[in-house]
């Protein structure tokens, strides 16, 4: 009991830290809507070779609305493959495609390059399901977007705890997850070593099937402009989100 009160104290505190660090400043806002879908699952389902079931599959589309979500702002398309080390961890590398505008740029549009690389355990614990994600970027820029020729090195952190509802309903689990971004390099672009943003979600997930699960709830997310003519952002994001899983 002392452990789950611990937990939820740590979570609206860092929740309370990053809203009063972004509140110091000047902040645009926006609300925005995200959808994501992503499928992921093991070489043995499709090969139907069982000494493939070690190897693993990511596939991830994101579609992202901002300007009071009014108008298409970022996109993500993300393939990926994995390797089950055991069957708590999962690492993996693979490339993504971002096209960005208005707001998440100053100006235009661009494209983005990615090759990421990956470590995700998950658990079960007393509280719920626990999952921590490692995650490396290295992101390079098209000639439309300023400073296209450098790129830069960024690395995340996630953690994302899924806590069964059965007292509502046996397919019903809450959500909350926070995610730090911290920049490694500096680059020409405007990106800065240090602190980048932070993700903070909170909201249900409603298991279809034994492969499909949806979740939908509440992001916040602020973006870090040291050094930037324009002010810090944040985001209030509707977010919705299908996962598949063929395990």
Known sequence: ????????????????????????????????????????????KITNNPDHSKFRFWLEGQGRFG????????????????YAVTDKMTVWLGYAWVPTSEPFARAGEFNE?????????????????????????????????????????RIRQLIKLAVPMPFIHPNISYIVQDEIFVNLTDTNRGIYNGYDQNRFFTGLAYKINQY????????????????????????????????????
């Open 1 to 44: 009991m002392l452990l789950k009160r611990n937990f939820w104290a740590s979570i609206i505190a860092l929740s309370f830290f990053m809203s009063e660090s972004a509140s110091a400043e000047a902040l645009v806002e926006d609300f925005q809507t995200w959808g994501n879908v992503t499928a992921q699952g093991s070489f043995a």
């Open 67 to 82: 300007d009071d979500s009014t108008r298409f702002s970022n996109g993500i398309v993300r393939p990926g493959i994995g």
């Open 212 to 247: 499909a699960t949806t979740e939908i709830g509440y992001m916040n997310l602020h973006f870090n402009r040291p050094h930037q003519p324009r002010p810090d952002q944040m985001f209030h994001i509707l977010g919705v989100n299908l996962l598949i899983n063929y395990q």
């Open 113 to 153: 390059h990615r090759m990421w690389q990956q470590a995700v355990w998950a658990d079960n614990t007393p509280l719920g399901r626990l999952t921590l994600r490692t995650r490396f970027e290295q992101r390079f820029f098209d000639a439309d977007a300023p400073g296209h020729n450098d790129h830069g090195h």
